[in-house]
């Protein structure tokens, strides 16, 4: 009699735990849901970054769905062991998977990067191992009678999926850094709160609130991502004008250095040659900046032809300014009408900014105009008969002033 109490309250206990659970997930999927149509209504994510998030977001939604699936069919009847298998397979096969998503929106490039193709070569590697896996038990196991447990070698599950997070959190500490982001130490809390949580279910695996969890860091990551893209220049990668006039407007520090660059005759770039290749020569300018400043200060691009550099140390200008020059002479080497550009600098004295931005460029004018107005380029024909020699500004010096 007594034993059949205890299964009747284990059983009662059961089914109110599968509804608490199963409200759990109903709010994930809101949520969820929510952030698919936040994604899609966004006017700041490219057509690959709503791809990225759209997956990670449907992944999470799949994961948590075959959680309660299992949770579900896990003690019913033996004809329900192919679904607790299935949607154990699917929930550890797919999760790592959310962490090569949100490393896949990173990038705003078209083609994804050569470490994202090896992510996923790993993810498909690991799917095949899981499958193939299923009737030894090696991750997990499902006895003839639909009883789930955990396998002989869980513990592979738990390392791939920190390896996934650690590949998350590496891959977006790195984009930040590139990015000059400032609040890319915002990463960590996140990744040590899921990673926290996860070695809270680990040890408590009738918790089950990972997704919940794995929604919300998903949610967060959205944030600031999008925070993190709001900063930057579309064409050039760099921190944009916006982002300038927030730095400055906080700056009272003294013993850095403003360097403030123009690009000579743009405008007949972009009437020789184009638009297009206007933009071309302007994201080659912006990336030797970056390379020769970035290590050293802050990267803008904050006009249509005009960057400026925060430095942080006025000592390293002059080495920064020769990379700069190097740079730009090895670039011209395959784009050889790249323009020529003047630039001028003033220290930051603690003063008001907006006086150290004119000083400075004044010294970058004053040697502009002491130059003789350049040869217009060739002919856009010229360019298509010899495009080895056409716009040939290698001729006319790089301008610098202090």
Sequence with gaps: MKSVQHSDLKRVKQIAMNGYYSVLTTIDLFV???MGLLTRLSESLNKKQKRG????????AGISVMEIVTLAVDGAPAKYRWLNIASNFLGFGWSPAVAICLVYVQDRKSAPRQNLRFAVGCEIAYLLFLAFSIPFGTVFSVSAD??????????????????????????????????????RAL?????????????????????????????????LYYIYCTEMWNQLDALTGLLNQSSY????????????????????????????YGHLQGDVCLAEIADCIKKAYASYGYCYRIGGDEFCVLLKDAQREAACAREFLRCLEERRQTIAFLPTVSFGAAALSGENMEKVKEQADRRMYRYKKKEL??????????MRQNPAHAGDFTQFPIHYSK
């Excluded at 998030?53 to 999470?60: C, E, P, Q, S, V």
């Excluded at 639909?146 to 790195?174: E, Q």
């Excluded at 006039?245 to 020789?272: C, P, Q, S, W």
Aim: hydrophobic content about 50%.
């Design 32 to 34: 969820l849901s929510f």
């Design 53 to 60: 998030f759209f997956l990670a977001f449907a992944l999470i």
């Design 146 to 183: 639909n009883v789930y447990s955990r396998g002989t070698h869980f513990h592979i599950y738990i390392a791939v999926y920190f390896a996934a997070i650690f590949y998350l959190s590496l891959a977006t500490i790195l984009t930040a850094r590139a990015f000059q982001n400032r609040s």
């Design 187 to 219: 990463i960590y809390p996140l990744m040590v709160f899921l990673t926290a949580e996860t070695i809270v279910q680990v040890a408590l695996p009738d918790l089950h609130v990972t997704w919940l969890c794995v929604t919300l860091l998903a949610v």
């Design 245 to 272: 006039l927030h730095r400055t407007a906080e700056m009272t520090r003294r013993g850095g250095m403003l360097v403030v660059f123009d690009v000579d005759h743009f405008k007949h770039i972009n009437d020789r």
């Design 373 to 382: 107005s350049p040869p217009l380029p060739p002919p856009k024909s010229a």
